[in-house]
């Protein structure tokens, strides 16, 4: 038995997911787009037959069973998340449409009432359209600006240059975890230590950590973390905004309506607590449930064994696909996940993309939603495999093989 | 001169024939794409680039004699590709047979994974740019 396969039961756990059984083009399916979105298993999809079947009700209010039912388990995904994340309390964990949402929230709520004119948010340079939109609509309501982290060759935020960029306007550092377009993973600690010298809070975008790393919220001590439900195994359409308790009391809501109040009258409302306060309307029940079942399927399997899993992943594709004569990473960050950017000679990621399709390989092709980074660089996009704990080495070895061929005819 | 029609079966019929295999199609449309009629350095101009998500292309248009020549090129192969065959299917007719012209080739040789999901791809916004191009050139020619 190879190294690998002695740390997870990769046999069974590709079973638990339907999906890769699928033929593309004539091909077994290589899913190598993890970072886009992840693949779910079964136990996800049972969750939701389960609650749309036995449990559906709408929850917190209903004086029957079945309304009992989802809210408890509705509430036991809120906890489970909690003790993922490690959070304080679980009425920290707000639930959100996804991480550009939980931004947005943030952006609408803390950015209006805490940052001003003449304030600065600090990003960095390899930060995910979403993290950098929602702070650019802010600023040209408030008149606060945006400065930018400078990062190296190697796809990393150049430290050195990072303290200077950080001043006594500093208000808010809004940094990604783990870079979708490079897979670089950030150091946040140093990051959070140089904003907070200068007062300001820290954000993280956490949708390529939540599922990858061993996050937990207290140790990273950021204020706001966000993530997707849909990159870690669960559904679609849902993410997790973690806050900082005495900060989300000062946030007023970010929308109004049922849930989230405590008492309406024409004259005024009183807003209910937390973390309701923040989920106005019926929210996304069945999905929170899902998500719950995600969660407790990476327990099964065991974190530290995703996390070496994933590792041992990242070395062997490093190691093979540099055998590549022709291919030139794009960001080779030292400290990075599974996540692989790259170019083929001269030939467009897009060809690149189409043929590995051809050859049943799902890959991105693009600017990956970060078109900055791809300026820094000079280029228009990249090809990226991002992979996960259902991938195997075998997989790696097909991929490579592929691209030897592709680039014999592209370039 | 073969109608449009006629040329979109015989492209149809081309790629009936490379049956299922995937990259078998994709090699004949990149060769396809090597036979386009080069466009001149010159005209890779940001004036005549249509952009799209992934891919750009670069397209200008000429009346001679009361038909539309086109020439075209891509930074991608696969999009040159397909591009060529837009341009057989379309090229030096008359503006009014331009607009007239119904596109159902793409959907019979089952290209929409690589056009249609790829939001804006290039190729998409040249239809539209092409059907302009005529739309002013039809205007251009009633006033005439």
């Known amino acids: ?47 939701l037959n389960e609650y749309y079947y036995h449990d559906n009700s709408n929850i917190h209010r209903g004086a029957h069973t079945l309304a009992d039912r989802a809210t408890k388990a509705y509430e036991a995904s809120r906890e489970n998340l909690a003790k993922w994340f490690n959070a304080e309390s679980s009425d920290q964990i707000i639930f959100t449409r996804g991480t550009t949402d939980g931004i947005n929230l943030v952006a609408a709520t803390f950015g209006k ?10 990003l960095s340079t390899m930060e995910h359209h979403s993290n950098i939109v929602p702070w650019q609509m802010l600023c ?54 140089m904003a907070r010298e200068k007062g300001a809070k820290v954000l993280i975008d956490g949708a390529q950590s939540a599922s990858h790393l061993d996050v937990d919220v207290q140790k990273l001590d950021c204020d706001f973390f966000v993530c997707s439900a849909h990159k870690m195994y669960g559904p679609t359409g849902l993410g ?48 929170v449930i899902a998500f719950n079942a995600a969660l407790k399927y990476l327990q099964s399997i065991g974190r530290d064994r995703i996390r070496e899993y994933e590792n041992d992943l990242k070395e062997y594709g490093r190691k093979r696909l540099s055998e590549i004569e022709n291919l030139k990473f794009v960001g080779d960050a030292d400290q990075k996940t599974a996540i692989f950017s790259f170019l083929l000679g001269n030939a467009h990621a897009f ?27 000079g280029i228009e996009g990249t090809v990226r495999a991002s992979l996960t704990f259902y991938n195997t080495r075998e ?5 490579v093989e592929s691209l030897i061929d592709i680039d014999k005819k592209l370039n | 001169m073969k109608s449009p029609e006629d040329i979109q079966n ?46 750009k292309v670069w397209l200008i248009s000429e009346l001679k004699d009361g038909k539309v020549h086109f020439t075209a ?38 290209m929409s994974n690589m056009i249609g999901s790829q939001r804006s791809n290039g190729f998409v916004s040249m239809i539209k740019k092409m059907k302009i191009f005529a739309l002013a050139y039809q205007g251009q020619l009633q006033k005439e």
């Open chain 1, 1 to 47: 038995m190879s190294k690998e396969k002695e740390i997870i039961q990769i046999d069974s756990i590709r079973k638990d997911f339907p999906v890769l059984s699928e033929i593309v083009h004539g091909k077994n399916l290589i899913y190598f787009d993890n970072a886009a979105t992840t693949q779910k298993p079964k136990a996800v999809v049972e969750a």
């Open chain 1, 113 to 122: 009432q805490f940052i001003s004119e003449g304030d600065e948010i600090v």
């Open chain 1, 140 to 193: 040209e309501s408030v008149g606060a600006k945006i400065k930018v982290l400078p990062i190296n060759e190697k796809g990393e935020i150049d430290l050195e240059k990072a303290e200077k960029v950080f001043t006594d306007k500093s208000k808010l550092l809004a940094v990604v975890h783990v870079s979708n377009a490079l897979g670089t993973i950030n150091p946040i600690p140093e990051l959070t230590k």
């Open chain 1, 240 to 287: 997790v905004l973690y806050g900082k308790r005495d900060i989300l009391e000062k946030m007023n809501p970010y929308q109004g309506g049922g849930e989230m109040i405590k008492e309406v009258d024409f004259e005024g409302t009183t807003y209910n607590e937390l973390p309701f306060k923040f989920e106005a309307g019926t929210p996304n029940i069945a999905d």
């Open chain 1, 351 to 377: 060809d690149v993309g189409m043929m590995l399709d051809a050859k049943g390989i799902a890959v991105r092709t693009g600017h990956h939603c970060t078109q900055p980074l791809m300026k820094h660089y």
């Open chain 1, 395 to 399: 997989e790696i070895d097909i991929l």
């Open chain 2, 10 to 55: 015989e492209i149809i019929e081309e790629f009936t024939f490379l049956g299922d295999d995937r990259e078998a199609m994709i090699n004949y449309i990149m060769e396809l794409g090597e036979r386009l009629e080069p466009l001149k350095d010159s005209d890779k101009v940001e004036d005549n680039i249509i952009k799209g998500c992934q891919s």
């Open chain 2, 73 to 110: 090129d891509s930074n991608t192969s696969i999009t040159k590709g397909l591009i060529s065959l837009l341009i057989r299917v379309l090229n030096d007719r008359s503006p009014k047979e331009i607009i007239d012209t119904d596109l159902f080739f793409m959907e019979k040789i089952g």
